[in-house]
């Protein structure tokens, strides 16, 4: 399935409750068949279920209606990710720059800098490696977009970056998104 790329602003309505349950996580770096620069913390559902839960409802709710179906996902992955310029400096692998989150149908982002920062965003490509959407790294906006599609940061900056980095897998419902429900 072809999922849009969506932008969400103020998607939580209390940022702060996160930043609380920041201060609780274990960070790690990447293992080495991992591709991504700076620290993350464990999963959401291993770490804190209801908040997995909470967050996952919201965001297939943006492409599903629950009034109408249940939607079920095999696979989803919810974690802090967050880089330093100096995490940037160290990272070998380049082609994490521009990349598909493979093995996934959605992918997305939860920025959480409190300072915009327009060039720290995500920038989704074509097939042919053109832009097409640029999206700023702006405060508690979700970015989702299809996992297949090319992306990657717009381009690493000086500051430090803190996101939530989310991954979806195996979406199944009655009705797909793009499916029309009522005829016209």
Same mark, same amino acid.
């Given at each position: 399935?072809?999922?849009?790329?969506?932008?969400?602003?103020?998607?939580? !309505?209390?940022?702060?409750?996160?930043?609380?349950?920041? %201060?609780?996580? !274990?960070?790690?770096?990447? *293992?080495?068949?991992?591709?991504?620069?700076?620290?993350? $913390? @464990?999963?959401?559902?291993?770490?804190?279920? =209801? +908040?997995? $839960?909470?967050?996952?409802?919201?965001?297939?709710?943006?492409?599903? @209606?629950?009034?109408?179906?249940?939607?079920?996902?095999? $696979?989803?992955?919810?974690?802090?990710? &967050?880089? /330093?310029?100096?995490?940037?400096?160290?990272?070998?692998?380049? =082609?994490?720059?521009?990349?598909?989150?493979?093995?996934?149908?959605?992918?997305?982002?939860?920025? +959480?800098? /409190?300072?915009?920062? =327009?060039?720290?965003?995500?920038?989704?490509?074509? %097939?042919?490696?053109?832009?097409?959407?640029?999206?700023?790294?702006?405060?508690? $906006?979700?970015?989702?977009?299809?996992?297949? &599609?090319?992306?990657?940061?717009?381009?690493?900056?000086? +500051?430090?970056?803190?996101?939530?980095?989310?991954?979806?897998? %195996?979406?199944?419902? *009655?009705?797909?998104?793009?499916?029309?429900?009522?005829?016209?």
């Amino acid at each position: 399935m072809i999922y849009p790329t969506i932008v969400v602003e103020n998607f939580f !309505k209390d940022p702060q409750l996160i930043f609380d349950f920041l %201060k609780k996580v !274990k960070w790690s770096r990447a *293992k080495n068949h991992e591709n991504w620069p700076g620290v993350r $913390s @464990e999963s959401f559902h291993k770490i804190n279920p =209801e +908040l997995h $839960s909470f967050i996952m409802n919201k965001i297939i709710s943006v492409f599903y @209606e629950y009034r109408l179906q249940q939607v079920f996902w095999e $696979s989803a992955s919810i974690q802090f990710h &967050k880089t /330093k310029p100096s995490d940037l400096k160290k990272w070998k692998r380049k =082609e994490t720059h521009i990349h598909q989150d493979n093995n996934m149908e959605i992918a997305g982002v939860i920025y +959480l800098n /409190k300072t915009l920062c =327009e060039k720290s965003g995500t920038t989704i490509y074509n %097939k042919d490696l053109k832009k097409q959407v640029v999206v700023s790294n702006n405060f508690n $906006s979700l970015l989702l977009y299809d996992a297949n &599609k090319f992306h990657g940061v717009t381009e690493f900056t000086d +500051l430090e970056t803190l996101r939530l980095v989310i991954f979806i897998n %195996k979406v199944t419902a *009655k009705y797909k998104f793009l499916d029309r429900i009522y005829d016209c």
